[in-house]
């Protein structure tokens, strides 16, 4: 059960209380109004200031544009049913990827949002009385943690965009086009520095970031830019914090009781409570296949509300060993038992057993149909275009394995959308991956290896933990690449590490037959949105990225 929880969805319009009466109102004789420059200037209003900076964060984590702007129009994600259904432009890198797409605006707003938040933290929590400099330091920190992040996203994301790192009072009708590089050097990496420096080690309330989130957050900064040996020095400090563990067995990370465990470094948080969830982590909607087409099965909490967004590519599937690595079934849902009686091949299926059965090889057809429930087989047929009986991919992209990671089976209907679990935006393992990473760019692949094998081992089927071993002649950047893939699918990095590694275009293009047409060297960034394009009033100094 999560405790003293930093309810993060408070909004800047929900602090500032009126204390007047409806009669006052209807008089028009208010007795007292908070605003912004008055509620600031107290301990209380300076921090709860800095939740409201926590909050937009909730509008990326967790949620349907996060997951198209990090998970498909990858490798290892495309469009399942849902997605091609309602949104199929992003991952297919179409012409109808625009600045007009909702998706896009609507995480372009809500970073700029949380940026200016933390900018009037950051300004004026050093005028605030009644705290020690200690304290303010820690909330300047915090502010600084969360505007390094907010650009960091953008900047991938967008490539060169508007930087300020002052507070925006009233309307702004110009922008500016920043160089990248120039908001990592005057930005995001001394916002970082100065939130390792200040922090506190441990979280004063569970979602506050700390030192080791600043640490790791900044590992993964200098392994983008190209920063090999802090990157390195930076993960390793977390991997020797003590007070983080990797989760065993693997699959127990995903278990929504043990939401708060020793391999979360930091999370954006989630509530059972709908009066402070917000939207609510809808993770749970997008990554399961829709088995109530199966006649033995009904909608219900435990199996989750199907939107079928997104889909396992083939190279997904075939990246798992089940015989000796645990991640495949710790990380897809394969079974899954009836709930109502009904007849399937000619038997009677009752609730409780076998209703679906997914399998990674090819059975034969009428195998398939002497079994009392549907065996779904995978023959390595393009996943998005399976027309056979009863293969992975049938159904029209409906019927795939289901990531589990984001089910939440603790929602109070079956209709629920907004889920109560957290997102763990950075856990341990991560830090293992970007230490390997960095070491293999500095040529130390021993050393890579070394930390590759760590995570490999917790992994490891017991008994099974010498097969998951490699050496540093394993250790190449596809691997690396691989192993990101197999530990962390779903978890909102895969876009990220492939433009990174510059293997956006090579990989997609090997294994994503959605976008595989489409995609070119433009799509390295996304539009900016068109809203913004048409708010400036300087568009030739703001302008929209090159071919969209």
Not at 31 to 57: C, F, M
Not at 184 to 209: E, F, S
Not at 293 to 304: L, Q, S, Y
Request: charged share 20%.
């Amino acid at each position: 059960m999560k405790t003293n929880k930093l309810l993060n969805a408070i909004g800047l319009a929900a602090l500032l209380f009126l204390n007047i009466s409806c009669e006052d109102i209807l008089k028009e004789e208010p007795k007292s109004l908070a605003t912004a420059d008055r509620y600031y200037t107290t301990p209380k209003g300076i921090e709860d200031g800095l939740s409201a900076a926590y909050s937009h964060l909730r509008s990326f984590y967790g949620q349907e544009q996060g997951f198209f702007l990090t998970v498909t129009g990858t490798d290892i994600f495309t469009n399942g049913f849902g997605g091609i259904a309602n949104s199929p432009d992003i991952n297919n890198y179409s012409p109808n990827l625009l600045g007009t797409n909702a998706m896009i605006t609507t995480v372009w707003d809500s970073f700029y949002k949380g940026i200016n938040q933390s900018n009037t933290i950051i300004g004026r929590a050093p005028s605030v009385t009644g705290l020690n400099e200690q304290q303010k330091a820690r909330i300047i920190g915090e502010a600084r943690f969360l505007r390094a992040l907010y650009y960091f996203h953008l900047v991938q994301q967008f490539g060169d965009v508007h930087f300020t790192l002052e507070e925006t009072i009233g309307v702004q009708t110009t922008a500016n086009r920043t160089p990248l590089a120039e908001i990592y050097a005057k930005g995001i990496v001394p916002d970082l520095a100065y939130a390792v420096a200040n922090l506190p080690l441990t979280p004063g309330k569970y979602g506050q970031a700390t030192k080791p989130a600043a640490e790791a957050l900044l590992a993964r900064v200098q392994l983008t830019i190209g920063n090999w040996a802090q990157a390195e020095t930076l993960a390793k400090s977390v991997i020797d914090n003590p007070a983080f563990k990797l989760v065993t067995p693997y699959a127990a990370l995903w278990n929504i009781n043990n939401d708060v465990n020793s391999e979360i470094i930091w999370a954006v948080q989630f509530t059972g409570d709908p009066l402070t969830n917000g939207p609510g982590n809808s993770g749970h909607l997008y990554f399961i296949f829709d088995y109530t087409f199966n006649p033995a099965m009904v909608r219900n909490i435990d199996d989750g509300r199907p939107y079928q967004r997104f889909l396992p590519t083939n190279h997904l599937i075939k990246l798992f060993d089940p015989a000796i690595d645990s991640r495949w079934n710790g990380s897809f849902k394969t079974v899954w038992r009836a709930n109502r009686t009904a007849t399937i091949n000619g038997f009677t299926v009752n609730p409780g057993d076998t209703s679906i059965k997914i399998v990674r090889y090819p059975v034969p057809d009428n195998v398939k149909r002497s079994k009392p429930y549907w065996l779904i087989d995978f023959k390595d047929n393009w996943i998005g275009s399976v027309t056979a009986f009863q293969e992975v991919g049938t159904n029209n992209r409906r019927n795939h394995p289901a990531l589990l990671k984001f089910l939440d089976p603790l929602r109070p209907s079956v209709n629920e959308t907004a889920g109560r679990r957290d997102f763990p935006v950075i856990r341990l393992a991560e830090m293992y991956l970007v230490a390997a990473e960095a070491a293999m760019k500095q040529g130390k692949n021993e050393v890579a290896a070394n930390y590759i094998n760590v995570i490999r081992n917790r992994a490891a089927i017991p008994g099974k933990e010498q097969q998951m071993r490699v050496s540093a002649a394993d250790i190449t950047l596809d691997f690396i690449l691989e192993e990101r893939a197999r530990e962390l699918a779903g978890e909102m990095h895969r876009w990220y590490d492939l433009k990174r590694t510059g293997k956006l275009l090579e990989l997609v293009k090997k294994y994503n037959r959605d976008a595989a047409p489409n995609i070119k060297e433009m799509h390295l960034v996304r539009p900016i949105p068109q809203t913004q394009i048409d708010r400036v009033t300087n568009p030739g100094e703001f302008y929209q990225n090159q071919g969209y």
